[in-house]
T-cell receptor, first 114, second 114 residues
């Protein structure tokens, strides 16, 4: 089974621009979560989508948004980029069913804002 | 307010000895705990988990211990191998929240010295 894939792997943007990141979950997984990893804050939860609906949202400004498509693929958008948005953005997918499911992570998208 | 804390940013251990990584949490609603390992330029990889109804879970060289009264868990790696050198993240989940959101610690960098 293919793992979680994220595109692109690397991005360089300038302040004020917007960016869209893509995530394809493991086949059959309907839950997709996004996390931001920075050296100072570790991994922080952005939001989770399940069956095209946002199920939970972390404590991030409205500039961060996402969506999920009917095939479970998900996109994350950041508008009006700031220097502090430079981070590794990780996507994770999970199966529905058992209560205690681990999340499977993709390799991440490294975003650099100049 | 950091709900999951890993107070040791780094740990060095000789090959063949035991590695003990610690994690504390403050949210009593957490009922499922996971450990992830992360290599540079890769996403976190699930290692082992434990439910709050247990106090120990073992998988090969890896054992996780949970002390609910102290809100503390630890990961033991015996024997440690150079390939275990990575950043280890402790994560927790509230399964009653209807979401797969994980709350992570900031990680502990383990170095296993040959």
């Amino acid at each position: 089974k293919a793992g979680v894939t994220q595109t692109p792997r690397y991005l360089i943007k300038t302040r004020g621009q917007q960016v869209t990141l893509s995530c394809s979950p493991i086949s059959g997984h309907r839950s997709v979560s996004w996390y931001q990893q920075t050296p100072g804050q570790g991994l922080q939860f952005l939001f989770e989508y399940f069956s095209e609906t946002q199920r939970n949202k972390g404590n991030f400004p409205g500039r961060f948004s996402g969506r999920q498509f009917s095939n479970s693929r998900s996109e994350m958008n950041v508008s009006t980029l700031e220097l502090g948005d430079s981070a590794l953005y990780l996507c994770a997918s999970s199966t529905q069913g058992a209560t205690y499911n681990e999340q499977f992570f993709g390799p991440g998208t490294r975003l650099t804002v100049l | 307010d950091q709900q999951v804390k890993q107070n040791s940013p780094s740990l060095s251990v000789q090959e063949g000895r035991i590695s003990i990584l610690n994690c504390d949490y403050t949210n009593s609603m957490f009922d499922y705990f996971l450990w992830y390992k992360k290599y540079p330029a890769e996403g976190p990889t699930f290692l082992i988990s434990i439910s709050s109804i247990k106090d120990k879970n073992e998988d090969g060289r890896f054992t996780v211990f949970l002390n609910k009264s102290a809100k503390h868990l630890s990961l033991h790696i015996v024997p440690s191998q150079p390939g275990d050198s990575a950043v280890y993240f402790c994560a927790a989940r509230n399964s009653g929240a209807g979401s797969y959101q994980l709350t992570f610690g900031k990680g502990t960098k383990l170095s296993v010295i040959p």
